[in-house]
């Protein structure tokens, strides 16, 4: 059963960064595309960012392109999130999982993924 904790999240002022780590046990990360996805109150998850099992695919939402970069240790089993140039509706909890579809135009995950307790990030003006 593949396990994930988020964690790094905080408080930040507007312009500011954060880097969010995924710790990943169950499966290796040579072995599965990854994705972080966010969610804001009333809004529905979104995919952020993704990358292959590879690693030589790497794609991103529109809104945080050039913002935020992804990468992952796979011997050490730890997906990351670097965000630079934080912005107030970058606020939102983070949420990491296995990707199901880790494309330019999609980031999805596996039907019926297990969330972990995501990670809040909060961009104040």
């Known amino acids: 059963q593949v396990q994930v904790v988020e964690s790094g999240g905080g408080v930040v002022q507007a312009g500011g960064s954060l880097r969010l780590s995924c710790t990943v046990s169950g499966v290796r990360l040579n072995d599965t595309g990854m994705a972080w996805f966010r969610q804001q109150p009333g809004k529905e998850r979104e995919g952020v960012s993704c990358i292959t099992r590879s690693g030589r695919g790497i794609y991103y939402a529109e809104s945080v392109k050039g913002r935020f970069t992804i990468s992952k240790d796979n011997a050490k089993g730890i997906m990351y999130l670097q965000m630079s140039r934080l912005k107030p509706e970058d606020t939102a909890m983070y949420y990491c999982?296995?990707?199901?579809?880790?494309?330019?135009?999609?980031?999805?995950?596996?039907?019926?993924?297990?969330w972990g307790q995501g990670t809040q990030v909060t961009v104040s003006p």
């Open positions: 999982a296995r990707a199901w579809t880790c494309s330019v135009t999609d980031i999805d995950p596996f039907a019926g993924t297990y």
